[in-house]
């Protein structure tokens, strides 16, 4: 059975494992960096970027998953977690994790609509995914290699670059796995390719 870890710092972390419970998958709550080791695939959850980004550094997984992501394992990353993957944060001078070549706006929906739920068509899903956007960051824009999945109002909020999926609402929020879906099988196919 392949290995999916869900990064347990900070945010939403029992929902992901929930949704990805519907998949036929051994799932690591990572709180150590040694457990990055085991995994095959890993998920950043929502929350806050800057306290998750805090506690990566403070618990010494800035490297290891720098390194993980090198390795080519694919990661999905929701909402706060979608902004730790960016290589571009608007008015930051620094990126986090930085694995996918996107620009990020935090909290890019204003008060008005600090959080609301809509349905999105996510390319390779569907046309009815629920999207629960919460303090939810726009992907402003992206480069050749990033794959758009998905849109609102005209703007990017789900995105792929080869192994690494970001959205910006929370698929773990609601009852619909399809994302998880999607992603475990991403890790199956990037397990079965590393065989190969
Ligand atoms: N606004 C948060 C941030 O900037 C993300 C919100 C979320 O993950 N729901 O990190």
Redesign the pocket.
Known sequence: MINIGVLALQGAVREHVKALEANDVNIVIVKKVDQLQELDGLVFP?????TMRRLINNYGFYEPLKEFAKRGKPIFGT??GA?LMANEIVGQADPHIAVMDMKVE??AFGRQRESFETTLNVKGIGDDVPGVF????IIQAVGEAVDVLAEFEGEIVAAQQGPFLACSY?PELTDDNRMHQYFVDMVRHAVSANLA
Do not use: L, M
């Not at 929502?46 to 800057?50: A, D, R, V």
């Open positions: 929502g929350g806050e970027s800057t909402c706060a902004i935090r909290n919460i303090r939810a960051p929370h």
